[in-house]
């Protein structure tokens, strides 16, 4: 190896500053705090379906009805499909 020789230099694909880092961590827990929210706001309404049921509800939702607004028993909840 010559002295004039440069050593080549490699690049670095995944190097990040600590700010990045922290940002990242942020944004991260923002969205993980939201969708714990949420789950919870789902869970809260269950329980409150489930003991209006109990109590011996009668409950209706609003995908049930047409565009008359008159109640259909044929009308099911959109569910996406499931991939084999």
Known sequence: MKITDK???RLRWF???LRT???FMTLTACG???LAM???????QHGAVSAFLR????LTYDYQYDAQGE????RKAFRPAVAS
């Open 7 to 9: 050593p080549r230099l």
């Open 15 to 17: 190097q990040f500053s």
């Open 21 to 23: 880092l922290l940002i």
């Open 32 to 34: 993980c705090g939201w």
């Open 38 to 44: 949420k789950v919870e706001q789902a869970k809260q």
């Open 55 to 58: 109590s011996h509800g009668e």
């Open 71 to 74: 109640l259909s028993s044929q």
